[in-house]
T-cell receptor, first 114, second 114 residues
Framework: QKEVEQDPGPLSVPEGAIVSLNCTYS??????FMWYRQYSRKGPELLMY????GNKEDGRFTAQVDKSSKYISLFIRDSQPSDSATYLC??????????????FGKGTKLSVIP | DAGVIQSPRHEVTEMGQEVTLRCKPI?????LFWYRQTMMRGLELLIY????????DSGMPEDRFSAKMPNASFSTLKIQPSEPRDSAVYFC????????????FGQGTRLTVV
């Protein structure tokens, strides 16, 4: 079983729809959870991050973490054509200075149709 | 700051040739990462440096791959000899030291080995 599983899609929705993107993970040591957005032929950029179970909202975006189920979600309300991109979940743990672990999902390609 | 700068943006080379990818991280960042992205495997961490010191190179696929960071503002990833299966987009990213800090990605180098 891979450490992080993410449905690659593609996912196509009409403008204005609510989008739900999901990842599951197997490593209980993960402490923080991120969503990156990657436009075509660009590098990923951080969209949201959270440490704890529950919801975190930022404008039209809501990140949800359920540590007991090892499941994270990103919700996009009132989706716009400009949201068309690949969304990658990422999760990691930190164990002291110099250490680093951040594991990415494969990404879900989203298209929002006008 | 201009962000993480990678060069070249595109590289096409023949099998067996040496390829050198370059990266300038964001000034003041302590970590530098090299990632490889393919459709099949997603975004994979190859190696990362902390304060110019390689910390974990377990993601480097073979001895044909090597990375250096001679100073805080420059890193290279070299493939010698290159093979067609090395074709991918290679990203460099940098971040500050500390828990849960954002990794900033460059635009990537699209490598094609024919």
């Amino acid at each position: 079983q891979k450490e992080v599983e993410q449905d690659p899609g593609p996912l196509s929705v009409p403008e204005g729809a609510i989008v739900s993107l999901n990842c599951t993970y197997s490593n209980s040591a993960f402490q923080y959870f991120m969503w990156y957005r990657q436009y075509s032929r660009k590098g990923p950029e951080l969209l949201m991050y959270t440490y704890s179970s529950g919801n975190k909202e930022d404008g039209r975006f809501t990140a949800q973490v359920d540590k007991s189920s090892k499941y994270i979600s990103l919700f996009i309300r009132d989706s716009q054509p400009s949201d068309s991109a690949t969304y990658l979940c990422a999760m990691g743990s930190y164990s002291g200075a110099g250490s680093y672990q951040l594991t990415f999902g494969k990404g879900t390609k989203l298209s929002v149709i006008p | 700051d201009a962000g993480v700068i990678q060069s070249p943006r595109h590289e096409v080379t023949e099998m067996g040739q040496e390829v050198t990818l370059r990266c300038k991280p964001i000034s003041g960042h302590d970590y530098l990462f090299w990632y490889r992205q393919t459709m099949m495997r997603g975004l994979e961490l190859l190696i990362y440096f902390n304060n110019n010191v390689p910390i974990d190179d377990s993601g480097m696929p073979e001895d044909r791959f090597s990375a250096k960071m001679p100073n805080a503002s420059f890193s290279t990833l070299k493939i010698q000899p290159s093979e067609p299966r090395d074709s991918a987009v290679y990203f460099c990213a940098s971040s500050l030291q500390g828990q849960n800090t954002e990794a900033f990605f460059g635009q990537g180098t699209r490598l094609t080995v024919v």
